[in-house]
């Protein structure tokens, strides 16, 4: 398994300010994934990173809004640019244990914005 | 392409009672299957999940779950709540390299 750790936990956020999540696994990964969690809402993938190339973005999301880093194999960042109140959410990080047989993913504490 | 429905969206029972969350998907291939538990202000944690050996599927917190191929069906059970189950519970699928697909989860209340 892995361990994910989030940075921040949680912060309150000006409208038309970005900010910048961080998400650090305690092994090398492959492929990490960015999810939206809506307030009383599922997962929502926003895009998914592979170290050395560009993310992959769902159906609307675009990456002038949430630009992604991926600079190594445990550490990715997603920035939520440009922020609206639509924007408060909880956003996760994921990995992908497929060693483990079976697609399972291990997932950060989250990280929960709020727009003001 | 998969799909996968959660049956309501709250279920509540009492201490000692059985707790079944109903979840039924949708695949054009043989699926991955799972259970994810998320307590409040915490991340999706594994339950269970299902990759095309047992049926009947063992995990953690004394949680099963059973994969039911002409039901296309894969409830989670339990025989007796605590206290400590009360959590939100996510079906989830996967199949022939696709993205894993979240239901939309289910709150489970837990009363003394």
């Known amino acids: 398994s892995a361990v994910i750790s989030q940075k921040p936990s949680r912060d309150i956020c000006q409208r038309g300010t970005s900010l910048t999540i961080q998400c650090q696994v305690d092994?090398?990964?492959?492929?990490m994934f960015w999810y939206r969690q809506q307030p009383g809402q599922s997962l929502t993938l926003i895009a998914t990173a592979n170290q050395g190339s560009e993310a992959t973005y769902e159906s609307g999301f675009v990456i002038d809004k949430f630009p992604i880093s991926r600079p190594n194999l445990t550490f990715s960042t997603l920035t939520v640019s440009n922020m609206s109140p639509e924007d408060s959410s909880i956003y996760l990080c994921s990995v992908e244990d497929r060693l483990a047989g079976g697609d399972e993913q291990y997932f950060g504490p989250g990280t929960r914005l709020t727009v003001t | 392409a998969q799909s996968v429905t959660q049956l309501g969206s709250h279920v509540s029972v009492s201490e000692g009672a059985l707790v079944l969350l109903r979840c039924n998907y949708s695949s054009s291939v043989p699926p991955y299957l799972f259970w994810y538990v998320q307590y409040p202000n915490q991340g999706l944690q594994l339950l269970l999940k299902y990759t095309s050996a047992a049926t009947l599927v063992k995990g953690i917190n004394g949680f099963e779950a059973e994969f039911k191929k002409s039901e296309t069906s894969f409830h989670l059970t339990k025989p007796s709540a605590h206290m400590s189950d009360a959590a939100e519970y996510f079906c989830a699928v996967s199949a022939g390299g696709f993205k894993t697909i979240f239901g939309a989860g289910t709150r489970l209340f837990v009363k003394a």
């Open positions: 092994s090398q990964v492959t492929m």
